[in-house]
């Protein structure tokens, strides 16, 4: 049942024991009206006292997270300011608190020396290629030299110094097709892929061999383990990655045969090629994947190498998530390790 309404305009059971606001007599109903005004002013005094000190611990909070919060990130801010290509390396000082803040400049140390790592290997691949490329222009400069500055050259000595700026030129032109294959591979840009029959590729590598002068007396021998087995790569790209292998193997094993071993094993094919060479020292293992590493530059230079061959074919197939390496427990020899996912 609904309560009825008191002299308030209020309805309830919560205030049935209080007296009710008509049956109290005016000298009470003053009391009680003056204690009320009593209780609003001193809720207008403390409101007006309290005002000032929270104003003031408002500015010093404010100047708390101005002068002791934000000083390490003006203290970054400055520093990154500070930094050029050539200090990009030196990390920023700083106490670890194990704040935010700290973490924050712990990652940005992290990543400018990343950046300064990347900085200096294109500064030294830069100065490699000039290297290279400077090294072959001498000598055709010299040659050139020698026959304008001696009118009373021979014919046997005006040949050879042809051939000799000819064979320059052949190298400066490898390794312009290395350089812009290994510029391909580094930069993001995608390639066309389409599914090969691992069989045929390598029946196609080895086909590049026959009739090559450079094979000598080389033999190729294949062993197929991965019968009509497929992996999703461009053609061109692993033909190319896998004819740097055996290539290095004629040139500079000083053995007489290659194998080609490929099986499966899970979800890769591993392709594995060996050579009976006087093999490559384990301190070597990962150098010769460095860009113009050589072990015997001369013979390289002589062989036409660029000392880009195994940097280009570690790029391709990393490219197509694979990997390569030395056998360095290999002692008949040197054999690389390919391993390329299957479909
Ligand atoms: P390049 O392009 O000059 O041929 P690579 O990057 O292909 O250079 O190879 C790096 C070096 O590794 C070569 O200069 C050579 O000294 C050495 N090398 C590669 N393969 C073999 C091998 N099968 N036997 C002996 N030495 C090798």
Redesign the pocket.
């Known amino acids: 049942m609904e309560q009825p309404l008191d002299d308030d305009g209020r309805r309830g059971m919560f205030h049935l024991d209080r007296p009710r606001w008509g049956s109290l007599q005016q000298e009470e109903r003053e009391l009680i009206r003056e204690s009320r005004m009593k209780d609003l002013e001193n809720i207008r005094v403390v409101s007006t006292y309290s005002i000032f000190p929270l104003i003031l611990l408002s500015f010093i909070g404010g100047y708390f997270l101005a002068t002791v919060m934000l000083k390490p990130l003006e203290k970054l801010n400055s520093e990154i300011r500070k930094k050029e290509a050539d200090n990009l390396g030196n990390p920023i000082d700083f106490i670890d608190n194990g704040d935010e803040i700290s973490e924050l400049i712990k990652s940005f140390n992290a990543m400018v020396l990343k950046l300064s790592k990347a900085f200096e290997s294109q500064k030294q691949f830069v100065e490699n290629a000039s290297h290279e490329i400077k090294t072959p222009l001498t000598i055709i400069q010299a040659n050139l030299d020698t026959v304008l500055e001696n009118k009373k050259v021979s014919k046997e000595e005006l040949e050879k110094l042809l051939n000799s700026s000819k064979k320059q030129i052949f190298l400066m032109d490898n390794l312009t097709e290395d350089l812009l294959l290994l510029s391909h591979m580094t930069s993001n840009v995608d390639f066309k892929k389409e599914k090969i029959e691992v069989e045929e590729l390598i029946n196609s590598v080895i086909n590049l061999f026959e009739g090559n002068s450079k094979k000598k007396d080389m033999s190729i021998a294949f062993k197929n383990q991965s019968k009509s087995v497929k992996i999703k790569g461009n053609k061109v790209l692993l033909e190319r990655a896998l004819k740097?292998?055996i290539e290095?193997?004629i040139?500079?094993?000083g053995g007489d045969r290659v194998n080609i071993f490929s099986q499966i094993k899970g979800k890769d094919l591993f392709v594995n090629i060996s050579?009976n060479?006087?093999?490559?020292a384990k301190e070597?293992k990962d150098k010769?994947f460095e860009r113009f590493?050589?072990?015997?530059k001369g013979?390289?230079r002589k062989?036409g190498?660029?000392?880009?061959?195994?940097?280009i074919t570690k790029e391709i197939i990393e490219r197509h998530k694979g990997s390569v390496s030395l056998d360095s427990k290999y002692r008949n020899?040197?054999k690389f390790i390919v391993k390329l996912p299957l479909i």
């Open positions: 740097n292998i290095n193997s040139k500079y094993s050579d060479g006087k093999g490559i070597e010769i590493y050589r072990i015997d013979r390289s062989e190498g660029s000392g880009l061959g195994l940097a020899g040197a």
